[in-house]
């Protein structure tokens, strides 16, 4: 995208949009919120019926067409759907989660876990079974899936398990969960964009956006331009048409630069301090079982000292 196309566009936008202006810059300048991007890919399949079941049969290798047999419940964060048979029976007996990232998440699989226990409860409440009964309650088999669409290197696909966050090792863990995380950025995951034209249309149109955001100052101009440029070229076309006031908003906020970057380091400044209290705590237990008080005391007043302390116990 050369520099005298953007201008030419730019101008070209000028002069064919002035309605909508003031309510979107009124609209930029509300509190951000960190999962609008996030939301825009609930919302756009949400929206599509016909997507959705195409990224259902894209995940499970599966052929279905009737698009009026998917149930969709948005929980929190994700997106639950069941698909029905001709026969009106839950296919293949799943439950499918499927959430969209931003940022790497490794506590995904608690997550899951805790919207798997809400769903459960309300199926086996509809069901009016009881748990304390001799009947055994079927329960549909879970589909966890995290779509990660952020700007950190990631692999294509990898697994988050809930055993990851268990504390001890030493015996194997009675539960587990596991979480598949595709990595659906422009460019990767091509045979599973090949099945599900809008998954690979959604990743082309956010990679379209972050270009020329890097190019324009100004984030709304920018992004009415990338939504233009789409539209020119098939990509989220139609959505894009029906939706553009919501979908400028919502990018709006996701695209604050600075906020966003901020939130990073402040991210980063909350881990570190979290490691560096888990690092003395694991020192102060060391000296206390050593019995070595006075080096626990002389440690709290000297850092320089601390840190002796700290590569004699290779903390």
Not at 93 to 99: I, R
Not at 131 to 156: A, D, R, S
């Amino acid at each position: 995208m050369q520099e005298a196309k953007l201008k030419k566009q730019k101008n070209q936008r000028k002069r064919k949009s002035s309605f909508s202006t003031g309510w979107l810059y009124r609209l930029g300048r509300k509190k951000v919120h960190w999962k609008v991007k996030d939301r825009l890919f609930r919302f756009l399949f949400e929206k599509d019926r016909e997507a959705l079941l195409q990224l259902y049969n894209a995940l499970n290798g599966t052929d279905y067409h009737e698009a009026s047999d998917l149930q969709v419940v948005t929980l929190e964060g994700a997106v639950y759907m069941v698909m029905k048979n001709d026969l009106a029976f839950v296919v293949a007996g799943t439950l499918n989660l499927y959430e969209h990232q931003s940022t790497m998440n490794p506590n995904m699989p608690v997550r899951f876990l805790i919207y798997l226990a809400g769903e459960y409860q309300k199926l086996i409440e509809q069901a009016e079974e009881s748990l304390y009964g001799t009947k055994l309650i079927t329960l549909p088999t879970p589909q966890c899936v995290v779509f990660y669409n952020g700007e950190k290197e990631m692999p294509e696909e990898q697994t988050l398990q809930l055993s990851d966050a268990f504390e001890s090792r030493r015996n194997e863990a009675d539960v587990e969960l596991s979480v598949r995380m595709l990595n659906i950025n422009y460019g990767h995951n091509g045979e599973l964009m090949a099945k599900c034209r809008v998954l690979e249309e959604y990743a082309r149109f956010v990679d379209i956006c972050r270009q020329y955001i890097a190019q324009e100052s100004d984030r709304q101009e920018a992004l009415h331009i990338a939504i233009e440029y789409c539209i020119e070229h098939d990509i989220l076309s139609e959505f894009l048409r029906n939706n553009r006031a919501e979908v400028v908003g919502m990018l709006l906020e996701k695209f604050d630069m600075k906020k966003y970057e901020r939130s990073l380091r402040e991210e980063g400044r909350e881990e570190g301090i979290e490691q560096g209290i888990e690092r003395t705590n694991k020192l102060t237990r060391i000296l206390l079982e050593q019995n070595r008080i006075d080096d626990l005391k002389r440690a709290t007043e000297e850092p320089a000292y601390q840190e002796q302390l700290f590569h004699e116990f290779g903390l």
